[in-house]
């Protein structure tokens, strides 16, 4: 073969789910160079979030990730509940809890499988696929959708959990244990899928701290970083997390601590199941947040998300930052595949369960050199001017104004 | 008379049009076995040849710097190896319609010809994914084509004899000395997963990493005349496994030929099982594997051969 091969993975490619491209560069069949390159799935949503309603915004930030979409919201309420001094009922923080676990388990279901296909194991891909449609049904039973439940609201909740859809949950759970009882002992004893997770995209212990990564893939090296444990928030005050870690530092060891965390989900919703209290869902939330700035940490599926608002007294808000868990993973990517073969790129990549569009932001880099700087009105005149070019004429869309 | 007879044998019993319709069902029961493992559903029966026929009336586009002659003539090649190497394998009876001392050896080496084709294809396609593809599928013909040749001609040695049709007959005629080729027969359908690239080993059209492989600028008929050879293949490949190493036959030659058929379902059942079991090998691994583990058992195995051989001798 010859010296330097560089193929493309991506934009377009069977083992990635959304665009991003990675070029690889070979040596016979070792990674000896890759170059990741973000940004095909900028969709402005920070910036959306600034022109309209807290309460609208809810909608958008639901909407960040497909996956995670609980964990993206439930931080974001928790930020404007803490801005606007709210005490939520504890009802509504059980419930909270009950579907972010739900949440964690269809992710990781969906993970493992995907997993199983990068891998060329279909069997575990079906497999996993099937049960983490139980999980879905649940939570379209509790929430009317399959993935965005729009359970949060800002003071609360906005559906109850009966006794009959708790019965159910209970019933599934029973299900769902013996199955991922089952995947446990796979992984423990299934010698290809074995050969082929065991000792690639080793991320140590220090790497970790290095480059930040966060979530299952720190948990994977033995470093403790769940969010319930070592920062509970709502209900996890109350019920303690058993947190899972593995020292293999690799792609097995992020397959184990998935595998052991869906044990835990399961554990966790029968217990917040059997002891959520009665009372109120949700208290009411006033229209304009006083002014002040928060940061609030919430454990997604994937890892750590982080949110910072800042509120200026106005019914909307001044600045929202998303930094969901993909954004942290991504800096030790380079490291991961570099040294190991091409045909474990794409479990790899898998292997932090990356989620691209929710974490494709404009970054803006300083530099003392005289950089141009291009605002938000120059940007839109670039654009009417290329248009108009070809023959269509954007002036007349009307932009949405902020609203400082 | 005769001429006409054979002609009649090559072109449709037991020749090109059986192994057509043998291999669609092939791979319709493959492909409906697998479903059933992965809790799916599976396609209808005629999926494959709809499936051929969709490809035969779709516009084929040929890559603009490959070879024109070549990239066209490779899948006709590899399906012509193919169905040429099943004329020496019996069917119908104990008798092939082509045999002669030898032919298990030349069925080898027409084997190894579609493996060489879907290397030129992806060579001469001039794309990073279809090279990668057809690299991969060089290396691992030189790491199953020993282990597969050592125990594929095991039962040829027991037999003294190396004709396929003359290696069933002995059999029949000593059936206990089928037990000494277990070891072999297991290998066998291990490495004939390799030599099918089907999973676990299909590395060299893994399409999470190379998107498909060779065969990746194959459209159209092209791409169908492939697809045909490489279901005509499976075929090959178990019948040849069933002559080899379940030789049993009645005499009679519609009972045999029943015989036959059930045998090469039980071995395409046990294939499907291999390939929805396991995840897929990565090159180097199955290099190691046929290497350090098949290798080593497959020449054990045929020194012991060779000693039991000496001691029936004398």
Wanted: charged share 20%; proline share 5%; hydrophobic share 45%.
């Amino acid at each position: 073969m010859s010296e330097g091969l560089t193929i493309p993975i991506g934009p377009q490619h069977p083992s990635l789910k959304e665009p991003v491209s990675f070029l690889i560069t070979l040596d016979g069949e070792v990674v000896k160079k890759a170059v990741i390159e973000l940004g095909y799935n900028h969709r402005g949503l920070e910036k959306a979030c600034e022109s309209r309603t807290y309460i609208q915004d809810l909608y958008i930030i639901e909407r960040v990730c497909g996956i995670c979409s609980h964990a993206h919201s439930y931080a974001y309420c928790r930020c404007v509940e803490e801005l606007a001094g709210l005490q939520t009922p504890r009802r509504a923080e059980y419930i909270r809890g009950i579907v972010g676990e739900l949440e964690r388990l269809h992710s990781h279901l969906l993970w493992l499988g995907v997993a199983g296909h990068e891998i060329g194991f279909d069997t575990l891909f079906m497999y996993t696929w099937r049960d983490r449609e139980r999980v879905l049904d649940l939570l379209a039973e509790i929430g009317g959708n399959r993935v965005n439940y729009g359970i949060n609201t800002i003071g609360g909740v906005r559906r109850d959990l009966d006794e009959n859809i708790c019965q159910h949950i209970l019933d599934v759970m029973d299900g769902l244990e013996e199955q991922i009882k089952y995947y446990a002992e796979l992984a423990n004893t299934e010698a290809t899928l074995i050969a082929r997770l065991a000792g690639i995209g080793i991320l140590t212990r220090d790497d970790v701290i290095k480059y930040g990564a966060v979530g299952p893939v720190a948990r994977a090296a033995g470093i403790m970083d769940d969010v319930r444990i070592v920062e509970p928030y709502g209900v996890f005050t109350e019920i303690k997390v058993n947190g899972v870690t593995d020292d293999h530092a690799d792609v097995y060891g992020r397959t184990v601590v998935r595998i052991k965390e869906m044990l835990e989900s399961i554990r966790l919703i029968r217990l917040m199941v059997k002891e959520m209290p009665d009372g109120p869902i949700s208290v009411r939330a006033p229209r304009r947040i006083p002014t002040g700035e928060i940061i609030i940490r919430v454990e997604a599926p994937r890892g750590e998300d982080v949110h910072y608002l800042r509120s200026n007294g106005t019914d909307k808000p001044d600045r929202v930052r998303v930094r969901a868990p993909s954004e942290a993973n991504w800096h030790g990517m380079k490291h991961m595949l570099e040294g190991f073969h091409f045909a474990d790129v794409p479990i790899i990549i898998a292997a932090i369960d990356p989620c691209y569009s929710c974490t494709d932001r404009a970054i803006m880099l300083r530099s003392d050199k005289g950089d141009t700087v291009t605002d938000w009105e120059s940007l839109r005149r670039t654009g009417i001017e290329r248009y108009k070019k070809m023959g269509i004429d954007p002036s007349k869309i009307r932009m949405r104004t902020s609203g400082v | 008379m005769e001429t006409v007879l054979s002609i009649i044998k090559i072109l449709f019993f037991p020749g090109l049009l059986f192994l057509l319709v043998a291999a669609m069902l092939a791979e319709y029961i493959d492909r409906k076995a697998c479903a059933h493992m992965q809790n799916r559903i599976g396609p209808p029966w005629y999926q494959p040849l709809a499936d051929v026929l969709k490809l035969l009336g779709k516009k084929t586009i040929i890559p603009k710097n490959a070879g024109k002659a070549l990239f066209r003539a490779l899948p006709s090649v590899s399906f012509a190896a193919v169905a040429t190497a099943f004329l020496s394998i019996p069917v119908w009876g104990s008798h092939a319609v082509v045999e002669f001392e030898g032919d298990i050896v030349v069925i080898l080496y027409l084997l190894t010809i579609p493996t060489v084709c879907l290397f030129l294809a992806g060579w001469d396609s001039h794309d990073v994914y279809a090279s990668m593809g057809s690299f991969r599928t060089l290396t691992q013909m030189f790491a199953y084509e020993v282990p597969l040749f050592m125990v594929l001609l095991t039962p040829a040695l027991i037999a003294g004899t190396w004709s396929v049709s003359g290696i069933l007959l002995y059999y029949s005629e000593n059936p206990l000395y089928t037990l000494i080729n277990i070891p072999a027969f297991i290998i066998a359908l291990i490495i004939s997963q390799g030599k099918l690239e089907r999973p676990p080993f299909d590395a060299p059209e893994a399409e999470t990493e190379i998107v498909g492989g060779a065969l990746v600028e194959y459209s159209g008929r092209y791409l169908a005349i492939f697809r045909m050879a490489a279901d005509s293949e499976l075929i090959v490949v178990v019948s040849l496994l069933a002559a080899l190493f379940l030789p049993f036959i009645t005499g009679i030659a519609w009972i045999d030929f029943i015989l036959y058929i059930v045998k090469i379902l039980a071995l395409i059942l046990i294939l499907a099982v291999l390939k929805a079991s396991m995840a897929r090998i990565r090159m180097d691994q199955m290099l190691h594997f046929c290497w350090w583990v098949l290798t080593p058992i497959a020449a054990v195995e045929i020194i012991v051969i060779l000693i039991v051989n000496g001691g029936i001798a004398l």
